[in-house]
């Protein structure tokens, strides 16, 4: 069975890599930058809290599941903090971390269809780098991703993103994902 190669990778693997090479000065190509993981995740904290009958958990789940093609893991407070109403062990968020060619054919979907179709969208912000060429990126609604039915959904819910990357610094990180088409906001 001939394994599934994303549309992404490839274009990387056949011009990004030597592209970076050269405007890097990177001579060995393990060294180029590429992608390691991609974390979406979703904090229902604050909604869980409200109304502790609702079924937010399962609904936002389905929603990041077929967004991402992965079935999320619910993660749960490590401590109990009043002035949130937070509980111990009570749901506070929905995460999944997407590698591999699942991570290629997101990140493909986000900077080719998903950001397009963002209302007044110029472009993502540059200063979201961590000082190790990782890319935090928010999404105030989840519909922008086509696959998410909005007829059956209660609440406009944001996510995160976070694009990691083996770039060591931010120039390397924001040439790497310029590259991949990640649609930066012109200075």
């Known amino acids: 069975m001939a394994e599934h190669k994303s549309r992404l990778k490839t274009k990387y693997t056949k011009e990004i890599q030597k592209k970076l090479m050269a405007e890097l000065g990177i001579k060995n190509i393990n060294a180029v930058p590429t992608l390691s993981k991609i974390v979406v995740n979703a904090g229902i904290g604050r909604e869980v809290a409200k109304d502790k009958n609702t079924k937010v958990v399962d609904e936002f789940s389905a929603d990041i599941a077929i967004i991402t093609g992965q079935k999320p893991v619910v993660t749960k407070s490590k401590k109990a903090v009043s002035n949130f109403k937070l509980r111990e062990d009570m749901d506070n968020g929905i995460m999944v971390t997407l590698r591999g060619n699942a991570m290629w054919d997101f990140l493909d979907r986000l900077v080719s269809?998903?950001?397009?179709?963002?209302?007044?969208f110029r472009g993502v912000s540059r200063r979201a780098f961590d000082s190790r060429g990782n890319y935090a990126l928010g999404i105030k609604e989840h519909t922008v991703f086509p696959e998410v039915d909005t007829s059956k959904m209660a609440k406009i819910r944001p996510l995160q993103v976070i694009i990691c990357t083996t770039a060591t610094t931010n120039e390397?990180?924001?040439?790497?994902?310029?590259?991949?088409?990640m649609p930066f906001k012109e200075r």
């Open 113 to 120: 269809i998903v950001l397009p179709r963002v209302k007044d």
């Open 172 to 181: 390397q990180g924001l040439v790497l994902l310029k590259e991949l088409g």
